[in-house]
């Protein structure tokens, strides 16, 4: 019944901005914590961003720090990831996540499908 469908991606120019959206449903969207993670070509998946269920964000990963912003807006069920001064570095499939805890120990994580970033001139 969870349901996270990213959307946004695309082609850009290097410098140039892109804001992704996370639309999601099947749960109660208010009250989790949101994750951005990325993966590039023949790299690790690595965390991007995270917004608590208070709208505070966390966590941004050392390579986009200044240039990526993370947001919510619970009234549309929906998680934003702005990114601004796009390098080519940042070229990677990106991922909305969230997750709960399981009943009998551990952790469930939901993913999206992903949406493809491309930065190049």
């Known amino acids: 019944q969870v349901q996270l469908v990213e959307s946004g991606g695309g082609l850009v120019q290097p410098g140039g901005s892109l804001r992704l959206s996370c639309a999601a449903s099947?749960?109660?969207?208010?009250?989790?914590?949101m994750n951005w993670y990325r993966q590039a070509p023949g790299k690790e998946r690595e965390l991007v961003a995270t917004i608590t269920s208070a709208g505070i964000s966390l966590n941004y990963a050392d390579s986009v720090k200044g240039r990526f912003t993370i947001s919510r807006d619970n009234a549309r069920n929906t998680a934003y990831l702005q990114m601004n001064t796009l390098k080519p570095e940042d070229t990677a499939v990106y991922y909305c996540?969230?997750?709960?805890?399981?009943?009998?120990?551990?952790?469930?994580?939901?993913w999206g499908q992903g949406t493809q970033v491309t930065v190049s001139s």
């Open positions: 996540n969230t997750a709960r805890a399981r009943n009998g120990g551990g952790r469930y994580d939901y």
């Open positions: 099947g749960f109660t969207f208010s009250s989790y914590t």
